[in-house]
């Protein structure tokens, strides 16, 4: 059975920071480019990073540059995000996805940063 699992979400405080992890299961996870993604609350959903198969190729939007790092660790079928300084508008649910054919889906997990 095929699983993507995102957690580590939860509510912070403006300029505190996060860890999410996305746990694969089910598919061959080293093979495929994973990306982070998100949802705010009335607004469309965004790229926030994307780190290739190997590792060796990694993207963040303009608007984390500098603040969240994404790695993966393929011995354990896992990519992280790493979140600091965390802002209001970074409220939002977070996916994870694995690029490939087909493309893999984690069902979010929500990351709410208080003033």
């Known amino acids: 059975q095929v699983q993507l699992v995102e957690s580590g979400g939860g509510l912070v405080h403006s300029g505190g920071s996060l860890r999410l992890s996305c746990a694969a299961s089910g598919f061959t996870f080293n093979n495929y480019a994973v990306r982070w993604h998100r949802q705010g609350p009335g607004k469309e959903r965004e790229l926030v990073a994307t780190?290739?198969?190997?590792?060796?190729?990694?993207y963040y939007a303009d608007f984390v540059k500098g603040r969240f790092t994404i790695s993966r660790d393929n011995a354990k079928n896992t990519v992280y995000l790493q979140m600091s300084s965390l802002k209001p508008e970074d409220t939002a649910v977070y996916y994870c996805?694995?690029?490939?054919?087909?493309?893999?889906w984690g069902q979010g997990t929500q990351v709410t940063v208080s003033l």
């Open positions: 780190i290739s198969a190997s590792g060796t190729y990694i």
């Open positions: 996805n694995a690029k490939g054919e087909p493309d893999y």
